[in-house]
């Protein structure tokens, strides 16, 4: 069979002049659940979004698998990382065959049985939950800034320097994307002196393992990165489904919460790589350097392969998920290096948790470089 072109493939409406981009720009999730619309209708399971370069979003199981597991054809330097100087670095974008090596250096810092060493510090670094009422997605944000920093260093980084280090990173773009070296002088050079001090004086927390690592300062920096944001939103919609459905808030259901959370609202709700050679995808040729993108929102909602989608229903939890379809912290050789670290911190947080109530709030997901809610999300202790 010959290969048909990119074009053969469905695509959402395009605008006059700039194809796709505008609305990849300011409204991304109609666009790509309307390209996925179209992908199911045509029995197919990739779309092509026109971004100014060769570009498809495949969202079923065996493209997730593919894009998943083939790290040598589907390549992460060229990705969106790269235009976003926090995420450009580190092991984000080591490609194969460097990758696997740097995985398994920095992995240890990173595994349950380190991360219980951390855990005591943790919770203590808890901040007091409000009497009264309070935005959870604020609340959740410096939560979580001051549990990195007791897992990262014991608590002594500058914390306003932490602060200003990340908050560039939830304004929409092109902030994100922005250079900043002033602001990463300062930050390595706090990280430096921090490593000198545990490479010198001995340490448990995750820098003390890194310090020791070449380019392990890196590594720190850009982890925290991705490590922000993404554990923000996660908890703040964890809190805000537990003041909603407040019978749902017992120590033995709170996995399953978070699993649904971030089935629903996966705050990396889409991964990008670049193809380093031409593919064959079902008799569709896609070129060499197309834009590759996979939808962990998308395969989380899929009408195909879950039952009401759009519900929260933690009791689907009960069964194991669809294969490749559920995929908050990626998947394969490149899964999330803070999958555990963030699963950690979020449940002793909503263990910590009183009864909650909702109150207010506008919980539509925003996605920027991390999919949030536009907030606030105002709830308080249940009298
Ligand atoms: C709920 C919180 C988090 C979510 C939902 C999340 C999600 C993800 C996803 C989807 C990926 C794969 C991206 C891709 O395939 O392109 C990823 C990779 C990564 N995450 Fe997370 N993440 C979270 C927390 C963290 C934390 C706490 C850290 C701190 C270490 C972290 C560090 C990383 C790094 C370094 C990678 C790149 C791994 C590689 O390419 O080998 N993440 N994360």
């Avoid at 007091?128 to 604020?138: K, N, T, V, Y």
């Avoid at 197309?290 to 933690?314: G, I, K, M, N, V």
């Amino acid at each position: 069979m010959i290969a048909s072109d990119l074009s053969t493939l469905p695509q959402p409406p395009t605008r006059p002049g700039n194809g796709h981009l505008q609305d990849w720009a300011l409204s991304p999730l109609p666009l790509i659940e309307d390209g996925a619309r179209r992908a199911r209708a045509a029995e197919m399971d990739l779309f092509r979004l026109r971004l100014g370069i060769p570009a498809v979003v495949g969202f079923s199981p065996a493209w997730n698998r593919r894009l998943l597991g083939d790290l040598d054809t589907f390549r992460s330097a060229g990705g969106f990382s790269a235009v976003v100087p926090y995420l450009a670095g580190g092991v984000i974008l080591t490609d194969a065959p460097l990758h696997r090596r740097r995985r398994q250096t920095i992995n240890p810092s990173f595994g349950k049985k380190h991360l219980e060493t951390l855990r005591a510090r943790t919770q203590a670094a808890l901040p007091p939950i409000p009497d009264g009422e309070f935005d959870a997605l604020a609340w959740a944000d410096s939560a979580v800034l001051r549990l990195l920093n007791a897992a990262y260093f014991g608590g002594e980084f500058d914390s306003q320097l932490l602060h200003s280090f990340l908050a560039p990173l939830r304004r929409p773009f092109p902030v994100p994307a922005l250079p900043r070296p002033l602001l990463f002088v300062r930050v390595d050079a706090e990280l430096r002196r921090l490593a000198t001090r545990r490479l010198t004086q001995g340490g448990d927390d995750l820098l003390a393992v890194l310090a020791p690592v070449p380019g392990g300062l890196e590594e720190a920096r850009v982890s925290l990165a991705a490590a922000h944001d993404t554990t923000t939103h996660a908890l703040a919609y964890a809190v805000w489904h537990l003041a909603n459905h407040p019978q749902w808030h017992t120590p033995e259901h709170h996995s399953a919460v978070l699993k649904e959370t971030l089935r629903l609202h996966p705050p990396g709700w889409m991964g990008s790589r670049r193809l380093s050679r031409e593919l064959d995808w079902n008799g569709i040729r896609l070129p060499r350097g197309t834009l590759a993108l996979y939808a962990p929102y998308l395969s989380a909602r899929d009408p195909q392969l879950w039952d009401d989608p759009q519900e929260f229903r933690p009791q689907r939890w009960e069964r194991k998920p669809p294969a490749w379809a559920y995929l908050p912290f990626g998947g394969g050789e490149r899964l999330c290096l803070g999958m555990h670290l963030a699963q950690m911190l979020i449940l002793d947080v909503l263990s910590a948790l009183p009864p909650l109530r909702a109150f207010s709030g506008d919980d539509t997901p925003v996605p920027g470089i991390t999919l949030g809610p536009r907030g606030p999300l105002v709830v308080a202790r249940q009298s």
